[in-house]
């Protein structure tokens, strides 16, 4: 008798019919069969697909159990099943598109009838199974031709982000355990957060919702951001009141261990980011009295290499110093910022060209969509924080005409389709084409003269502030995948029995 079981976990199925041949057509992963005849056990043993047995006496129950959801199918029977399924032909075929809507996901299910299925993708990607990324997939190239001889479900991983969108039915507010006077906040990975202020340098994790005080001694100061390579926290640090040294470190449980290479004592760094393991750090050379512009690389995975000195093609402003910069992770452009001056470039950094004037870029990552890049800038003369949306091709504009509803907004967060914005009335957002809507009044006594900013963080989207009262806290808004927007295309060939 052929017989199809859908077990469920530590679920006892129970079977009764009588034989003594046991044959195991398809399943999904191990169980456990035990058969019995008038109560008395006859066999027990943990079985797969293709498990094939003759017990010695007949059996009149079987009793299965499974740790796991799968579907079983198996023969039963007084006569023995000479049928394998593997050495069958296929006799039907199906041509699909699967959307991969960026890094691990599943491409192909589990189907017991498949034979097998052939795939290529219009991207480079990683083979694996669940759970796969780019450190333990199989790299593919694209178009590259792959042939999976299984009924196994297959996955795939794509090195770019899913686009997402907000849900906000899944929406809280923390208050912030750190205390911050706010000249920085800079995301560092996934879950961890840099602050940076006078008044203290603290590392706040949003996974557990506690914060590191990192030790600096005298003089010393953290350069633009701190950031992420290989699992390992590196900041660069300048020292400024001997011998103005600017070193690469590493941050360990809020200690700062000095690595040993250093700029010229010259150079006095300004700010820094990083890009594919590389180390990028801007500021001044005062050297015969002069401030030179000058942009220092290292490798932060060769620490006793020194660093390498480039000289850009920015010659304005006298004497000149790169005040920061801002490097887009998914295409490599590079923004420096003069004075006042907006300029964009390759990771060459000897192609920069004059996007237009935002005065006083702040120390909060800027958002990248397409062209545009999205700072905030909290100028001298009237120090409220304002969104400045700089275009290769349209300049500078104010998020007011960027969003072209007559509203004004403070601090904006862009990514794929999603824009959110926060003002005094509120945070809103849209998507697409589509005009800004309010979703909360969180913090409409927002003080606007603080530093704010929006940040994506353990799959949910940030939106730190200060109100009226000086209570710092945060908005926290559930993030899900924008189905709208794939990443790949795979396309597939599969033959099934």
């Excluded at 924080?385 to 601090?411: K, P, R, W």
Aim: hydrophobic share 35%; net charge negative; with cysteine.
């Amino acid at each position: 008798m052929f017989i199809t079981k859908f077990l469920k976990p530590h679920e006892v199925t129970e079977i009764n019919t009588l034989g003594n041949c046991i044959k195991v057509m398809n399943c999904e992963g191990k169980f456990r069969i035990k058969a019995t005849l008038q109560g008395q056990p006859v066999l027990e043993t943990d079985a797969r697909a293709g498990f094939d047995v003759q017990t010695g006496k007949p059996f009149d129950l079987l009793v299965i159990t499974s740790e796991t959801d799968q579907k079983l199918e198996l023969w039963a029977s007084q006569h023995k099943l000479s049928y394998d399924a593997l050495s069958t032909k296929a006799s039907r075929a199906t041509s699909f598109l699967a959307e991969h809507y960026g890094h691990g996901q599943q491409i192909i299910g589990y189907d017991t009838a498949q034979s097998r299925v052939t795939v290529v993708c219009d991207k480079p990607w990683w083979l694996g199974g669940e759970g796969v990324s780019k450190k333990n997939g199989i790299p593919m190239a694209a178009n590259e031709k792959y042939i999976h001889d299984s009924a196994a479900p297959l996955s795939a991983y794509i090195d770019e982000a899913p686009a997402k969108t907000l849900n906000t039915n899944d929406m809280n507010i923390i208050e912030q355990p750190v205390h911050y006077d706010q000249h920085t906040i800079s995301k560092i990975n996934d879950h961890l957060v840099y602050f940076g202020g006078n008044t203290g340098t603290r590392i706040y994790d949003v996974k557990t919702n506690e914060h590191t005080t990192v030790s600096l001694n005298q003089g010393e100061n953290i350069v633009g951001r701190m950031f992420e390579i290989d699992d390992v926290i590196y900041s660069v640090m300048h020292e400024g009141i001997t011998e103005h040294e600017t070193r690469l470190c590493k941050v360990v449980d809020g200690e700062v261990l000095y690595m040993p290479m250093q700029t010229p004592n010259t150079f006095i760094a300004l700010g820094c980011d990083e890009y594919k393991g590389k180390v990028y750090i801007v500021g001044a050379d005062r050297t015969e009295g002069t401030k030179r512009g000058k942009i220092y690389t290292a490798d932060a995975g060769f620490p006793y290499e020194n660093f390498t000195e480039v000289d850009t093609n920015i010659k304005t402003g006298e004497p000149l110093k790169l005040d920061k910069i801002f490097i887009d992770q998914n295409t490599g452009a590079v923004w420096v910022i003069e004075d006042s001056n907006v300029y964009k470039g390759s990771i060459a950094l000897t192609d920069f060209v004059l996007m237009g004037e935002v005065e006083g870029i702040v120390n909060t990552d800027p958002s990248f969509m397409g062209d545009w890049a999205v700072f905030t800038a909290k100028p001298t003369a009237a120090p409220i924080c304002s969104s400045h949306m700089v275009h290769t091709e349209y300049g500078v504009l104010s998020a007011t005409e960027f969003f072209n509803d007559g509203s004004q907004y403070d601090i904006t967060y862009f990514k794929d389709r999603l824009a959110v914005a926060y003002n005094v009335n509120g945070v809103y957002w849209a998507l697409g084409e589509t005009n800004p809507t309010k979703f909360t009044s969180f913090n409409n006594d927002v003080d606007i003269s603080e530093l704010a900013t929006i940040l994506e963080l353990n799959n949910k989207l940030y939106v730190f502030s200060v109100n009226d009262r000086g209570v710092r806290n945060a908005l926290v808004v559930g993030l899900e995948i924008d189905r709208d927007v794939h990443r790949a295309i795979f396309r597939a060939y599969k033959e099934s029995y």
